[in-house]
């Protein structure tokens, strides 16, 4: 059967061209083309135009046509024959399954086929991810992100970067400049914090910076000192790293500096993890003159302090108190932050406030493993940070958040005797709650698992000393006052039952 003249197809209504589209002319006569050969236009043999016919078809040079024709053929869709013109191809590219040869692997290996080191398992600390409310320990409400300002902008930035061909490449591994520079006035202003751009390494998350960080100055039998309730991430990461964990009593006014200095007096301390503005798990601020303290013994015993600022934008009744890293004029205090908690935890904003030598050391090792974050991403906050977008967000926020802390609180102090106690805490994403002996932690868990309420059975702030979890950490802020009141319902019903 002889093929249809293509001469005779509307070429400039099928292959529609866009002038101001980011990629060229010759890429959209490309797709053009392999479009009309997917929808059958164009069967297999069939003989195009000449470039020069096609190019006064579409309105272009013939040039661009020609390049379009050479991509064709490099991807096997048509054939072109010196003075012949060209051709569809009669073996088009298609990818169609094979059967499988008798014999063949099937399925890959369940396992691997040699020894290696187990990796423990990263502690989480709800088990409910898709229950329709979740009490967790303490996420933002990425709803009230600014993400159609973010998707619009990361659209714009990655556009202009295709023009340009800028961003795209490889590039530093500290991160983007611009980025850099808005964080180290956003630090400025927000926590007194004379962050310069050398000061500044971004990574995907603060948990990046931080594996980092113990990577580049821990080795194996360090000693680091933590909270006797700490943060499980920064536990687990120090024992990657092989150090030993020496935990100091953490009462209302935070770590207890005279423990610190008792244990320095005994034994050699690398480093010291701390979150003074809010401790994790729970929530109290590091007074003002253990913090003195601590900056002196840091010096006096040359040892590190590790201060994450997990959720330093989050504060609600009073000033906040500025991070130990303000104070810090020795080179000891290396700070971490983090904007999961500002936009949303997907997003793996996070970055380290350190002295210069240690930032290029930092970025060194991040090559290894990560050339760079996403460029794109980061060129988008900067702007957004630049035009204010992000501070409006924050403020707006924290004000959602004081109001869901208050609701959160309220109904909880209703509900309290005799099942739980708690402070109202000054500021962050979660309450901190201490349930009555006779709760059993695990079973309400269940409990409220029934009821469509995720919440943590509390293993993961058990001491050692306690037979029995009894606390929580009850994050509040990603859920509406309406949630949360239904949540405490929940909550109370499952404690009821158990
Ligand atoms: C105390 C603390 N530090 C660090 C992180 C890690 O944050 P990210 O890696 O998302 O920046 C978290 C996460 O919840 C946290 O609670």
């Known amino acids: 059967m002889k093929a249809a003249s293509p001469v005779t197809l509307p070429y400039a209504t099928l292959i529609p061209l866009d002038r101001q589209a980011p990629n060229g002319l010759s890429q959209q006569v490309t797709t053009g083309v392999i479009r009309l050969i997917q929808q059958g236009l164009l069967p297999a043999d069939t003989k195009l135009p000449g470039t020069r016919t096609l190019a006064a078809l579409l309105g272009l040079h013939r040039q661009t046509v020609v390049v379009a024709f050479d991509e064709l053929e490099t991807q096997g869709w048509i054939q072109q024959v010196a003075s012949k013109g060209a051709r569809i191809s009669s073996r088009l590219p298609v990818i169609e399954p094979r059967p499988l ?33 979740v009490l967790d320990a303490g996420s933002p409400d990425s709803r009230l992100a600014p993400l159609a300002a973010l998707a619009r902008k990361y659209r714009t930035v990655c556009l202009r970067a295709s023009q340009r061909q800028r961003l795209l490449g490889y590039a530093d591994p500290n991160a983007s400049l611009a980025l850099r520079r808005q964080l180290a006035h956003y630090l400025h202003q927000t926590r007194g914090l004379p962050a310069q751009v050398e000061n500044i390494l971004v990574t995907r998350g603060s948990s990046m910076s931080l594996y980092l960080l113990l990577r580049l100055l821990l080795r194996a039998g360090d000693t680091v000192v933590v909270g006797e309730r700490s943060y499980h991430g920064a536990d687990y990461a120090c024992r990657q790293q ?64 590790l201060e994450d600022d997990y959720d330093y934008d989050f504060h609600y009744d ?18 971490l932050g ?50 204010g977008e992000l501070g409006s967000h ?3 926020a924290r004000n959602h958040y004081q109001q869901r802390r208050d ?13 739980l106690s708690f402070e109202v805490p000054a500021g962050g994403l979660a309450v901190w709650v201490r349930f009555a002996e006779k709760v059993n932690l695990g079973e309400v868990a269940a409990h409220c698992r029934l009821l469509g309420l995720g919440i943590g059975d509390g293993q993961l702030f058990q001491t050692p ?15 509406t006052p309406d949630e949360l009141t239904r949540s405490v319902e929940m909550l109370h019903e499952a404690l009821i039952q158990q």
Not at 260 to 281: D, G, I, K, N
């Open 101 to 133: 040869p008798a014999g063949a692997v099937r399925q890959l290996a369940a396992r691997a086929g040699f020894a290696y080191e187990a990796v423990p398992t990263y502690p989480t600390t709800v088990r409910a991810p898709r229950l329709p409310l």
């Open 242 to 305: 092989g150090a030993h964990l020496e935990r100091v009593r953490v009462d209302g006014q935070g770590l207890c500096v005279e423990e610190v200095e008792a244990l320095c007096r005994r034994q050699a301390v690398r480093l010291l993890y701390v979150t003074p503005h809010h401790h994790y798990p729970t929530t109290v601020m590091l007074a003002a003159d253990r913090r003195i303290k601590l900056l002196q013994l840091a010096e006096q015993y040359d040892f590190i302090i």
């Open 318 to 335: 009073g000033a906040p108190i500025l991070p130990l890293a303000s104070a810090d004029r020795t080179g000891r205090v290396l700070y």
């Open 338 to 387: 983090s904007l999961s908690k500002v936009l949303a935890p997907a997003f793996r904003v996070g970055y380290v406030v350190a002295p210069p030598d240690i930032i290029d050391a930092l970025g060194q090792l991040r090559r290894h493993i990560d050339h760079q974050g996403d460029a794109v991403l980061e060129q988008s906050i900067a702007e957004l940070f630049a035009e």
């Open 394 to 396: 924050v403020k707006r």
């Open 407 to 419: 609701v959160f609180c309220t109904h909880l102090r209703e509900m309290a005797s005799p099942w």
């Open 465 to 479: 000393t306690e037979r029995r979890a009894h606390h929580l950490r009850l994050g509040f802020a990603a859920l």
